[in-house]
């Protein structure tokens, strides 16, 4: 129970690695707030029942954003971790991207980061501190072909949270991006890897040779917003299976083996 008596609001809350989360933060004594676009927050709200409640939330619209910090107040008294992790993806190179689709991830994954915090920080100096964790990605470390505006708002999501913890650790207040490699939800499951050969391919680049189940990033968030992570500010955690660790260059045992 190292939740027991915080409040958390988990953005994305509704499906895979929000889901997780809120489900791993409340069985450890957390009151969750959930919020998201899709109405299956509000099932895994009342699956839940005490301590878990459901806020339809455009996390792009900041007046969404505020009344969603408010209700939670109202509800629970206060705010102590605010997990912003709502996001979306969208491929095209910069000269076919419409910028509809720019501007919507940037807002979904970047501006949206900075509504949350604005209305979470100063409820959370009430209580006399807090944590923010930010579900960055991989691709906010290094860029992708073909990632273009995922690439630019993960990234930025990245920098902001150093600016965050820098800002804010006076007020007692840790700031944390995890940057998860390919994680098995409907992000990735309903969308792309209906491509036959892609989740191969993706799998071949991971050097644990395989995508990573929600609640293995959930279990790093919750270990960010616990005191197990009190001296932990600032930083942007891979999660990734050994992706980012890789130069990128080829495997030479291979060839090596091959030639002999
Ligand atoms: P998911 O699709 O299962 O969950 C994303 C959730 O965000 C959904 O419930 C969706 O309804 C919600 N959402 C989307 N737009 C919203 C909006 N405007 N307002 C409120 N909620 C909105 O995918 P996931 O993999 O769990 O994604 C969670 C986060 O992890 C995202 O930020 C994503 O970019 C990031 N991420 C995912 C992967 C991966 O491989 N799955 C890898 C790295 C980073």
């Known amino acids: 129970m190292r939740f027991h008596g915080k409040v958390a609001i ?23 707030m959930i919020a998201d676009l899709s109405d299956t927050g509000a099932a895994l709200a009342q699956e839940l029942g005490e301590r878990a409640a459901f806020q339809a939330t455009d996390v792009a619209d900041p007046a969404a954003v505020k009344a969603l910090v408010a209700a939670t107040v109202a509800r629970f008294g206060g705010i102590d971790i605010l997990y912003n992790n709502a996001g979306i993806g969208c491929f095209g190179e910069t000269p076919d991207l419409a910028i509809e689709d720019w501007r919507r991830v940037i807002a979904i994954d970047l501006d949206a980061v900075f509504y949350a915090c604005r209305a979470a920080i100063p409820e959370m100096r009430k209580r006399g501190g807090g944590v923010i ?3 960055a990605s ?21 920098n902001y949270t150093r600016s965050l913890a820098i800002d804010h650790a006076r007020d007692n207040i840790r700031a944390n991006a ?8 409907p992000i990735l499951t309903d969308g792309i890897m209906q491509v036959p050969g892609l989740r ?7 050097p644990m040779k ?16 616990s005191d197990d992570a009190s001296y932990l500010t600032g930083a942007a955690i891979p999660v990734d299976g050994g992706l980012g660790a890789h130069t990128g260059q080829p495997d030479l045992r291979a060839i090596f083996a091959a030639a002999n």
């Open 10 to 32: 988990i953005t994305g809350g509704a499906s895979g690695i929000g889901a997780a989360s809120v489900r791993r933060l409340h069985a450890e004594g957390a009151s969750v």
């Open 178 to 185: 995890i940057c998860p490699g390919p994680v098995d939800t």
């Open 138 to 158: 991989a691709s906010g470390l290094a860029g992708d072909y073909g990632f273009t505006a995922y690439n630019a708002a993960k990234g930025a999501v990245v």
């Open 210 to 225: 395989r995508f990573a189940r929600p609640e293995e990033i959930a279990a790093v968030a919750c270990f960010l917003a």
């Open 133 to 135: 964790i930010n579900t």
């Open 200 to 206: 191969d391919a993706w799998e071949q680049v991971v």
